[in-house]
């Protein structure tokens, strides 16, 4: 019997869709850091599937293909997708980005849940929101409508 889901596959997959994928594949792998995967083109410049992968997870995308409604933000005119990824080193990932020429909508940030978040969008307006993790939170005690509290001992070190 065949393993589900495949080998280094995650049971949760995002595809996204772009109007260029080819370009949006080199400012991924640019601007945040992904790496190329399976790549198969259509042709007239189209790609019928790719694979991008970060920290052993993958993201798939492709070409906007009308008979499915898959379109790109910036034809849809509002965002289809927001990603939420978990970097090592936030800042020096906003850095990256931001060199790269990603649209910085948010600056990093610590928030109350214990991350340290940026959000940027890509040049054809999905919604990535970048994160490390920097200290675990009391969300218990912070639901009892306590102060945000730090669960002892497990502050990460900056």
């Known amino acids: 019997m065949a393993q589900n889901p495949p080998e280094n596959c995650q049971h949760i997959v995002p595809y996204l869709s772009y109007a260029d994928a080819a370009a949006a594949i080199e400012f991924i792998c640019d601007a945040f850091g992904f790496e190329k995967g399976l790549l198969i083109p259509m042709g007239d410049d189209k790609?019928?599937?790719?694979?991008?992968?970060?920290?052993?997870?993958?993201?798939?995308?492709?070409?906007?293909?009308?008979?499915?409604?898959?379109?790109?933000?910036?034809?849809?005119?509002?965002?289809?997708?927001?990603?939420?990824?978990?970097?090592?080193?936030?800042?020096?990932?906003?850095?990256?980005?931001?060199?790269?020429?990603?649209?910085?909508?948010?600056?990093?940030?610590?928030?109350?849940?214990?991350?340290?978040?940026?959000?940027?969008?890509?040049?054809?307006?999905?919604?990535?929101?970048?994160?490390?993790h920097i200290r675990d939170v009391d969300f218990d005690a912070l639901l009892r409508g306590g102060e945000e509290t730090e669960t002892e001992g497990t502050a990460a070190s900056g």
């Not at 850095?95 to 969008?121: C, H, N, S, W």
Request: glycine share 6%; charged share 25%.
């Open 47 to 132: 790609i019928g599937h790719a694979e991008l992968h970060h920290a052993g997870e993958t993201l798939m995308l492709a070409s906007e293909y009308a008979p499915a409604k898959m379109m790109s933000p910036k034809n849809a005119g509002l965002i289809t997708a927001a990603l939420c990824i978990y970097v090592d080193d936030v800042d020096a990932h906003y850095r990256r980005a931001k060199a790269a020429g990603a649209e910085i909508v948010e600056e990093p940030a610590e928030q109350f849940y214990g991350d340290r978040v940026y959000t940027a969008l890509d040049p054809e307006g999905h919604r990535w929101s970048f994160h490390q």
